[in-house]
């Protein structure tokens, strides 16, 4: 019997992380929210391949595998964003000329994924002991049509939103010092005032994860 509610919620969904399951990486972390789920394995800093060697920093390369199928746009647009938000927590430059590899692998979708990914990917540096500026936590949200602001939603809270006009889903990243946003990327069209709602919810939320 389905019993996932699609009603609003503000609250995130339960969360289980184990660090340190895959052995041979300087750093890993298996992470559960609700019914999604992902490792992410670190390697590094370690040898750059020289066509992405940077002299005055290392270079972070994130390389997202989804549970089925061959990578598509999706999947780069994910790693695009994984890579930018980790980048501005890693303390690059104490080490030029390297690279911090972060590996991830879905191993369940039930919505959310990317804020997993960016979370888990956190915990992982964290356990191989790259240095880092401060921590982050990524929180997803959606703003439905009539304005409703759903924080963490399920896979079918996510569809229901793509299906009403005037809809938007948004991901929000969070640095641990000042809680302010370091990254962000909305689909959809969202009000100035809902935005911000959405994004003051986000920053209440991020505290939990």
Do not use: W
């Not at 369940?108 to 990914?117: F, I, K, R, T």
């Not at 002991?129 to 959606?142: N, Q």
């Amino acid at each position: 019997m389905d019993v996932e509610s699609s009603a609003p919620k503000s609250e995130l969904r339960p969360m289980f992380c184990e660090v340190g399951p895959i052995t041979r990486s300087d750093g890993s972390c298996m992470l559960s929210s609700g019914d999604t789920t992902v490792v992410c394995a670190v390697y590094g800093p370690g040898e750059v391949k020289p066509s992405k060697e940077l002299i005055h920093k290392a270079c972070v390369d994130v390389v997202y595998r989804s549970r089925v199928g061959n990578a598509g746009i999706e999947d780069r647009k994910q790693e695009i964003f994984i890579e930018k938000s980790c980048s501005s927590a890693i303390l690059s430059v104490l080490h030029p000329r390297t690279a911090v590899t972060v590996n991830i692998q879905e191993m369940h979708n039930g919505g959310g994924l990317v804020a997993a990914c960016v979370n888990a990917t956190c915990l992982a540096l964290l356990d191989a002991g790259v240095p880092m500026r401060f921590l982050i936590a990524c929180i997803h949200c959606v703003v439905l049509a009539d304005g409703t602001v759903t924080l963490d939603p399920s896979l079918k809270q996510q569809a229901k939103a793509r299906q009403q006009n005037g809809s938007a889903t948004l991901l929000f990243t969070f640095e641990s010092r000042t809680r302010a946003v370091i990254s962000s990327h909305t689909e959809g069209k969202v009000t100035q005032v809902k935005l911000q709602e959405a994004v003051t919810m986000a920053q209440s939320a991020a505290d939990k994860v």
